[in-house]
């Protein structure tokens, strides 16, 4: 299988912990993405990079959160000092980026890593 | 920042036409619109993506109109298969922004 992959697929930890997801994406695509999900909403963006460099944070994204790739291949993403509302399911998707904006790429993802912080 | 509105919910039976209406608003000039389905436990998967009229492919049509205010996803002959959350998502200043998705449930 070539798609895209995370570990683990599940991850319960308790208040306070430090946290790290793998994303493993197709092994061409350049660009990764990194989406965090809560029951009954869509995805809503984290971050992404374009090979080894994080080039766009959201908003969401506070200072607990760090997101790595490096050497352009596998990424992690790390939750420092976890809080009950990070409980969600992390995305990863990955797409073969060539020119223009983001929007017309089709964005492969993985199954998700679901927290659930106690 | 471009927003999209879906209906929360649709019901349907086998065998028939769904249509899901997206409403972007705020769509600026250079964005496409896509579409994507997502199962439970499962990351969301692509099935359409266009900028204006009308795109084919072989699972769902999605149709725009002129000023690209909104959009339809068109799902011909629906099976229980097609029991789903779908997105509507258009690009905005590169932060990438999901509708709230519209759950589609399909009856025998």
């Known amino acids: 299988d070539t798609g895209v992959s995370q570990d683990p697929r599940h991850k319960i930890t308790k208040r306070g912990q430090n946290v790290t997801f793998r994303c493993d994406p197709i092994?061409?695509?350049?660009?990764l993405y990194w989406y965090r999900q809560t029951l009954g909403q869509g995805p809503e963006f984290l971050t992404y990079f374009q090979n080894e460099a994080q080039l766009e944070k959201s908003r969401l994204l506070s200072d607990r959160f760090s997101a790595e790739r490096p050497k352009g291949s596998f990424s992690t993403l790390e939750i420092q000092r976890t809080e009950q509302g990070d409980s969600a399911m992390y995305l990863c998707?990955?797409?073969?980026?060539?020119?223009?904006?983001?929007?017309?790429?089709?964005?492969?993802f993985g199954p998700g890593t679901r927290l659930l912080v106690l | 920042l471009a927003k999209t509105t879906q209906p929360i919910s649709m019901d349907s039976y086998e065998g028939q036409e769904v249509n899901i209406t997206c409403s972007h608003n705020?769509?600026?000039?250079?964005?496409?619109i896509t579409w994507y389905q997502q199962f439970p436990s499962q990351g969301p998967r692509f099935i359409i993506q266009?900028?204006?009229?009308?795109v084919t492919n072989e699972v769902a049509s999605l149709f725009i109109p002129a000023d690209r205010k909104s959009s339809t996803l068109s799902l011909p002959r629906v099976s229980l298969s097609d029991t789903a959350v779908y997105y509507c998502l258009v690009d905005s200043n590169y932060q990438l922004i999901w509708g709230a998705g519209t759950k589609l449930i399909i009856k025998p």
């Open positions: 998707a990955s797409s073969l980026g060539t020119s223009g904006p983001l929007y017309q790429e089709t964005q492969y």
């Open positions: 092994s061409e695509h350049n660009r």
């Open positions: 705020n769509i600026a000039t250079n964005d496409y």
């Open positions: 266009g900028y204006k009229t009308k």
